[in-house]
């Protein structure tokens, strides 16, 4: 069947370069900007490409009916250096992705479940609102404000993949509310009343 | 409620920068080595970051009983310059979906339906195989050998995401057995047998 | 003094490589994701690579004090393809540039004239602030909420550099009651009262 | 002869920047998605950046009559972040380098001795095949299948460029013959028959 | 003021995703292709964001009457990973910085005080000159060799921003006449007369 | 031999995808900062990845002995956007290729006759020379001075390899004494004699 039964000698001869195709994440080894340090390939196996925590459902029971879980480079270190992460929305009916910004990715947003409204808010200040169905994608560019919503009665689920094992996620209200920014500061630099920021911060957790 | 109620001129100062959050592809434009031109701003609509032609099941009356239904850039322009890609697999029972590479991209796959059996080879020829559930993820090195099975016994669906807006998708048996490719340079290739290597041309629609 | 005074030949067998050191930004032309189509090199001129728009104060005179004057690729070509791009800030004394994101690029701020307290918030919602005066410099990474402060009792005056020729400026407050994202929306996903969004449409300019 | 002597001072002042214009790989250091860790510049000679390994013919006394001698990043640690590696090429009368992949590198080959057949097949299952001769350069676009053959009578050699220090090498043959992928799979994800795959496995060293 | 008081749990499922959105360096710890390890981010301070070292003057009292004073990663490691770095020119009166390339940066100069006239000379070998006064912003394309002239009567001050955390500065009199690069090899590749190298040897500090 | 004979259904729904795996220079369309435009996919040949202009030896017959021919985008179409090109190398005995950089890409020197003795200049002053014979690699960092000699008493031969397909060629002497940087300039950034510089000028046909 073949031209030559011998041919084995070239395998050595072929395959005495090792490679790097992919990078495993040691969490624990020193990390750079391009990403973590790689785990010794000789005890990588398959388990570290696969990742398993965004196949339950996030918990929804808290009032705002809505919950992100991450599958970040931390969460599942087999995406170190590949340029992708994942993470999963649920949202219940009236649920609500409150306006954020991934920093450092786009997001391709995949609908698996249910209504989502979604929309994104560009440098121009122009807004792009659309209501997704199953199956349906949106592409949320790198570093804009953005949000989504459960757009009908049933829950819905969601699932953003990145552009980046290390998207970041700033949710606008932590950022304002939920920190030790002072009042003072927060005030000038949104123009709202400090009184109102005030009653929020003790809300969200936050202090100053 | 505002510190100042008049701030609209800063309005006009801040903002007369025109910017360049995202790309959609214009599909008639010069294309170059980052990807295609971008349509004018101004006609860019929130249609233009929406696809939903991965909604619907590709079709696996075939025999093989799998279908992979692309969102490339080509058909889905705003995805341009963005990093990202996707596409969707149907896998009938017994379906799969071939040994193939992706050139330009690695991809992250969701499992969304059912049981796939899925697994790569590294350049160092080791091999990765899991079976993946409703919600698991597996990401595969770019340009490696991959390949998805349906595991179970019901239609499985999955949603590969890659790291580029133009992937390439390079199907073995295509590569080998439907192309004009001669019988002579694929036999000396892959050590396959000349007579071997006509049958599959016969099949997959290959010529010399 | 040459070793050897005849080796003009060498110059036109070394030089009739055409090459792109640069690319200077033809406004007029395709743009795709890496930036504009590049001038014809026969037509740039020293002019191309110098700005002079950023020598003159911008108009503080608006009650907010402040003014952002910006020299990215579209006012400034000559940095088309080249990573980096700049600003001019004004900041009277109590002038304020509110909370902002620039989803394209870092930001490094070089104070040249009296005091500017400025900050940022990471993904963390850690909180970096810092007042700094003339000669210092702060880098706000990329994607991340901040704000300048003049911080003392004379005009402050700084220049932003950032690590694109696009880094794009997205204003929380334009963003949020600027344009029509309804206020229903806005409400949702901020959790602000529905009848103050309203309010600040109006002095913002915003509908819906 | 200079308008001034005494510029020395000048020397420690424009000097005292620590410089990374290399990084030439510690080979023992923690690797990262973007490579090795640097030598201690200190200990960095003008042998780190010099390569003798390629110089002498690979072993082609195989039935195949061919060798592919790697100058990746491990064997040249100088090329460590510098987008560039190397190999060679040895090719006796009828000697074939079969169909494989570099997962992460475009190659250009530069012929230096006789005559060498090659080829590639894009995405789009076109097929692009040269008979080239000493001198002559072919580029082999990242990722896709490519093969070379001594097109000529005499030895061939070939020295092929990649556009990364670790381009990573996946021989079609060995891919699916030469490791414990199981003969099922191989089957039901390239449609050979099991008989042929095991046999080939026996042949290549593979199991299961 | 909120539709709901109770979110509070959000934010712990929203928070526990760790991310980088910065890498401040550790100058200590192992270096790699794409810059330094990141500091611990639990001990990373506003402090580490900020650089006071370019807010005074260099030494300009050497006879070349100029000073060049780096903020590298080296001297700045806030700015690790993030794409940016910069410097500080004094230019007394008569003052030069003599030709030289950087070259991992494109280089962005802002004048700050007097009169700079600055120039860079392509690869096409024209010549770019331009006289530039407070406030001005001239662009220097990665790698090309140019000066900054004290163009005025009085000290000038500029600062260069670059592109890359490490830009490197090769200075072309300190390469050429600074070193122990032998003064034949000097005389042979620069056409330069041996006996008038010796003697730039002499005054820079060279040898051989 | 197949599982099935009917699968060419598949065939249609795999490859609808247009992809982008090269992209051939159209050397009249608009060009970007990533590059040219691509040549339609539909006219595309073989013959594109292929150059044989530098299958020759170049001119050595200058006094200088040496020639270096480009095969840079612009002669070689084929590598636009894959990250590589070449050049050839010949020097006579006594012939010398005078200190130069490319300032936008590194290069790894491939000797295919004779000795050719290299080197390299660092940031940091550093010099790095060494003898190269037949088969050797040596690799020059992006942006630093370096040249090559016939270190032999026959012809050498040597091929450049760039990681970029446009890496522009700065030669010292061009830039210093054949173009209109005047004598003034010239001496001032360089601290060599006005009269010495007008002698050069003349010899390399510079002005000014």
Chains 1, 2, 3, 4, 5, 6 share one sequence.
Request: overall charge neutral.
């Amino acid at each position: 069947m073949f031209h030559s039964l011998l041919i084995i000698s070239l395998l050595f001869s072929l395959c005495n370069a090792a490679v790097q195709d992919f990078c495993v994440a040691d969490l624990k080894g020193p990390q750079g900007p391009a990403g973590y340090s790689c785990k010794s390939a000789g005890v990588v196996t398959a388990d570290d490409f696969v990742y398993s925590g965004l196949s339950g459902a996030g918990n929804i029971s808290s009032l705002i009916k809505a919950a992100v879980t991450p599958a970040f480079v931390e969460q599942y270190p087999g995406v170190n250096g590949l340029g992708l992460s994942a993470a999963r929305l649920d949202l219940a009916p009236g649920g609500v992705i409150p306006l954020h910004t991934h920093p450092g990715a786009s997001e391709l947003l995949l609908v698996t479940q249910g209504i989502i409204q979604a929309g994104f808010i560009s440098s121009a200040n122009a807004v792009y609102v659309k209501t997704l169905k199953k199956g349906d994608l949106m592409i949320f560019p790198q570093g804009l404000l953005h949000f989504q919503i459960n757009g009908g009665g049933v829950t819905a689920v969601g699932f953003p993949i990145f552009s980046s094992p290390s998207p970041g996620l700033q949710i606008l209200d932590f950022a304002l509310f939920a920190n030790d920014l002072s009042t003072d500061l927060v005030s000038k630099t949104t123009f709202l009343d400090p009184a109102l920021i005030k009653k929020l911060k003790a809300v969200l957790g936050g202090s100053g």
